[in-house]
């Protein structure tokens, strides 16, 4: 049955939903003057996030979908940190005071790739151009096969309190073909090197549906990475789509797992995983007790934004570098896609947004119904209807697919309530896109 439901309702290119409505809606209608008015208009209260945007790596990796430049050169870094740099300053200058920050990500690409000196320089900029909280995260994505000693004692001088490691796959197989070679006994140096440093916020990528890979080799992988006790894990599925991105198509095809295949290793991590003292988080993340995303799902908090899974309670995200995502006033921006574009802007003193999208009435209905689904696993669509201003009944009667997922035992409607079952937690993206009006991607 959950073999069949697989196959009816996969669709590698439905949206992830960390923001709705998705990128595809943005529009060039929405520029650079629209953020710059957005931000002018920020509470100069409210906490905001950071994001900044490294699209550097020095290897492929054949899986990525996220576009990134490769190089064994620093010069091109240095110049793109210098970029960014001046974007700080010039979005700063929009505000008439420091905006407080909350939230730091650092994400890419490889943000580790940063030298020791200029990532403590980047981080002091900041500090002068926002309000720090005392209590802010500070977040780094980690590749542990370029990562060094120095850099964690960066790491830890500048503040970071919480790091992000790629994993994937222990399985030697699996990882030649990848193309990402990387050890127990690496990333567990990496682990320990970050704890010397006071950082003990500790994040593992994994992925199920690579190449070549098994049931058994996901539940090895699950262990091994569980026996060094990360604070949380995130655990995406492999979407094999190389007609977009040109690196996947060094992935042999005939290599990839089925939908069943696929099926049964996301089960085989979760329970694995679980029977390892963390508890599973909305749709692909599972957490240790004492982790802020779980204790945000226990107190019904947990959010949703461009990053994934969040206790953050930020709604603004300020976004620096290329093809950055921001949410600011009334609603998202994006700036330029290649940093060719994104470097003329800069240098010429302007902000490089390139596209964006202001949010309607109805979107913003729609965003929390599909926050709280993928959150929560139910969405409470009478009271968040109330909210925003919306008859309920009306509204549930429009979402026509939400009969057929009922009748195939996906999830439960009672009272306006509509809850996803939990064997049924893979599903999330199908449910989600139901409720999304500009998604065109669904099973008939």
């Known amino acids: 049955m959950q073999s069949s439901l697989q196959t009816k309702y996969y669709d590698a290119h439905l949206p992830w939903y960390t923001i709705y409505p998705t990128v595809p809606r943005f529009s060039t ?29 020095r290897s492929m990796c054949w899986y990525c979908g996220f576009p990134t430049s490769i190089t064994r050169q620093d010069a091109s870094i240095l110049n793109y940190v210098a970029l960014m740099r001046q974007e700080i300053h010039l979005v700063a200058e929009q505000t008439t005071q420091p905006l407080p920050v909350g939230d730091v990500h650092f994400g890419g690409g490889t943000p580790s790739i940063i030298k020791p000196a200029e990532f403590m320089s980047l981080m002091e900029l900041l500090r002068r151009r926002f ?41 030697p197989v699996v990882q030649k073909a990848i ?64 007609s977009y991105r040109k690196n ?34 909305g749709l692909d993340h599972f957490a240790l007790p004492d982790d802020e995303l ?49 470097s003329r802007n800069i240098a010429s003193g302007r902000i490089a947004t390139s596209k964006g999208y202001r949010l309607t009435g109805e979107d913003r209905l729609r965003a929390a119904i599909i926050e709280r689904l993928m959150c929560d696993l139910e969405a409470d669509v009478p009271v968040i209807c109330r909210a925003h201003g919306f008859d309920w009944i009306a509204f549930l009667n429009s979402v026509e697919r939400l009969a057929m997922f009922a009748e195939d035992g996906i999830l439960d409607v009672e009272k306006g309530i509509v809850r996803v079952r939990q064997e049924h937690r893979f599903m999330l993206r199908a449910v989600a896109a139901a409720f999304d009006v500009y998604q065109d991607r669904i099973p008939n």
Not at 29 to 54: C, M, N, Q, T
Not at 251 to 278: C, F, K, M, W
Request: hydrophobic share 40%; glycine share 10%.
């Open 29 to 57: 209608a929405i520029g650079a003057k629209a953020y710059e008015e957005w931000l002018r208009g920020l509470p100069s209260d409210d906490s905001v996030s950071l994001y900044l945007h490294i699209p550097f790596c």
């Open 131 to 171: 309000a720090f909280g005392k209590t802010a995260t500070i977040a780094v994505e980690i590749d542990p096969r370029t990562f060094t000693a120095e850099m964690a004692e960066a790491f830890g001088a500048a503040g970071v309190n919480r790091a992000s490691i790629g994993v994937q796959s222990f399985d």
């Open 294 to 342: 779980a204790l945000a799902q226990k107190a019904g908090r947990l959010r949703r934004n461009s990053l994934g899974y969040s206790a953050d309670t930020c709604t603004t995200v300020v976004g620096f570098g290329a093809s950055a995502i921001g949410r600011v006033g009334d609603g998202y921006v994006q700036n330029e896609l290649t940093q060719s574009l994104y």
């Open 179 to 242: 193309n990402r070679i990387q050890g127990e006994e690496q990333t567990a140096t990496v682990v320990n090197q970050l704890r010397r440093h006071g950082i003990n916020r500790i994040n593992f990528d994994l992925m199920y549906g690579l190449p070549n890979q098994t049931v058994q080799s996901c539940v090895k992988t699950a262990g091994a990475a569980a026996a060094m006790r990360p604070s949380r894990f995130a655990v995406f599925g492999y979407a094999h789509v190389p």
């Open 248 to 281: 996947q198509r060094l992935i042999e095809e005939g290599a990839l797992p089925d939908l069943s295949a696929r099926a049964d290793q996301a089960t085989a991590v979760a329970n694995t995983l679980i029977a390892e003292g963390y508890v599973p988080i």
